[in-house]
């Protein structure tokens, strides 16, 4: 009786933070990629796709304003996302929908970053390590928008007679993926650091003790000025 005290609030701990909207969201974006990817080249699957990752856009902010954000939610997220994006990469790749420097440039920093998160949650008591960084949603979203691009300027060949629509949404895959390298470089770097650190978000501890004794110092000059000025 009292194991199953000591394992009931457990329980429902984790089903508070594994049972949430930004949760089912996150899933169900996945499963949508996931199926539309198959036929990525058609419309209905390209919309899919797009729909699916949209859903990962939006996870994160119903998180924040639901007030239900959790670990698990972001293990979830970076999960999903690597998931995800390894299926897209292995369905274009089999078609041949982008270039090969564009689906393998993507394939290595997206496996860096999930060893590189994996190694730093196995090294540290907190798994603030899987939260994606700022950069590495950014990266994520651009390298999103090029396979997009260059996956429905396959299906511009198809159903237009114009060679224009597809050679735009090419370049437009070219420029996305061109956007992407920079913060997608700064992502990986950092999530190599947080392997070797073990040490997530917390690259710069020092920081807040600075600024919180600065503010305490100036605090107290004000004091002495105020005290002096009535002697």
Do not use: W
């Amino acid at each position: 009786m009292k194991k199953a005290r000591e394992v009931f609030p457990a329980v429902r701990k984790v089903a508070k933070d594994v049972l949430t909207v930004p949760n089912l969201i996150s899933v169900a974006g996945a499963a949508l990629v996931m199926h539309g990817s198959k036929e990525i080249y058609t419309a209905k699957g390209l919309a899919e796709c797009a729909v699916g990752r949209l859903a990962d856009v939006l996870d994160g902010k119903v998180a924040r304003m639901t007030g239900q954000t959790s670990n698990t939610g972001a293990a979830l997220d970076a999960t999903t996302d690597k998931i995800v994006m390894a299926k897209i990469l292995y369905e274009m790749n089999k078609k041949e929908l982008a270039p090969k420097y564009v689906l393998g440039t993507v394939a290595i920093l997206n496996s860096i970053n999930a060893v590189a998160t994996g190694i730093a949650n196995l090294r540290s008591d907190e798994k603030a390590e899987t939260r994606p960084t700022k950069s590495g949603k950014v990266g994520l979203a651009m390298e999103t928008v090029a396979l997009v691009a260059y996956a429905a300027a396959e299906l511009a060949d198809k159903r237009t007679n114009s060679p224009k629509p597809a050679e735009i949404l090419r370049k437009l895959g070219a420029g996305a993926f061109a956007a992407s390298l920079l913060p997608a470089a700064h992502a990986t770097r950092t999530y190599i650091e947080r392997a070797i650190n073990g040490n997530a978000e917390k690259e710069n501890p020092e920081e807040p003790r600075q600024i919180t004794d600065v503010n305490r110092t100036l605090g107290s000059m004000a004091m002495l000025g105020r005290l002096s000025g009535r002697s």
